[in-house]
Structure formats: structure tokens, C-alpha cells
Nanobody
Framework: VQLVESGGGLVQPGGSLRLSCAAS????????MTWYRQAPGKERELVAV????????NYAGPVKGRFTISRDNRKNILYLQMNNLKPEDTAEYYC????????WGQGTQVTVSS
């Protein structure tokens, strides 16, 4: 199983980024997918989660209304659209696949700074 995140980078406050997580080696459509993030010196925290079919989503309070999680089960890709980014969104972002088993990607860095 491989989860590969991409799309991170440096962006100014108020800007946008779209993260992707390409999955292989698993039946993607059977997995609940989650984005987590971890800032330096802090614990990893849940950002957003989407059901296996894509019909259900949930967000952490700090990102609600700014971030959108989505998935393409034909292409085996998970997305996180991040708008109106703030410096406190700076973190390493990870995707997670869960269905009894638990798989993680290697992370992609997002830095929000002027």
C-alpha cells in the first residue's frame, strides 16, 4: 500500500492550495480517508475526514468553512482544497486510509507566511 501526498508549498496568508493523496495497492473505495496535520512541537491533529463513498464529511473547527475534502474513487485520489490560509495552518499534512488496517502517507509541507 502506498499513499503519496503532493501539492504543499509556501503560500501567503489568504492564499489557496490543493493537496492530493494518490493511493495504490488498496481498494481505495472501501477506505475512510482522513487528512491530518502536525505543526512543529505539536501533536498530530485531524483536519478533515471523508467516508468511503464520499457522501459524508467532517471537519475540525479551525478549518471549517475554509477547507474542503473530496475524493475521486475512480482515480484513487484524495484531495484537500484549502482556501483563506492562515499562518496557523502551517504544518506537515498527512493522508490516512483506514478500514481496520491503518495506512499513512509521508506528508507534504504547507507553509503560510508573508
Amino acid at each position: 500500500v502506498q499513499l503519496v501526498e503532493s501539492g504543499g508549498g509556501l503560500v501567503q496568508p489568504g492564499g489557496s492550495l490543493r493537496l492530493s493523496c494518490a493511493a495504490s495497492g488498496l481498494t481505495f473505495s472501501r477506505y475512510v480517508m482522513t487528512w491530518y496535520r502536525q505543526a512543529p512541537g505539536k501533536e498530530r491533529e485531524l483536519v478533515a475526514v471523508i467516508s468511503s463513498g464520499g457522501g459524508g464529511t467532517n471537519y475540525a473547527g479551525p478549518v471549517k468553512g475554509r477547507f474542503t475534502i473530496s475524493r475521486d474513487n475512480r482515480k484513487n485520489i484524495l484531495y484537500l482544497q484549502m482556501n483563506n490560509l492562515k499562518p496557523e495552518d502551517t504544518a506537515e499534512y498527512y493522508c490516512n486510509a483506514r478500514n481496520g488496517m491503518d495506512y499513512w502517507g509521508q506528508g507534504t509541507q504547507v507553509t503560510v507566511s508573508s
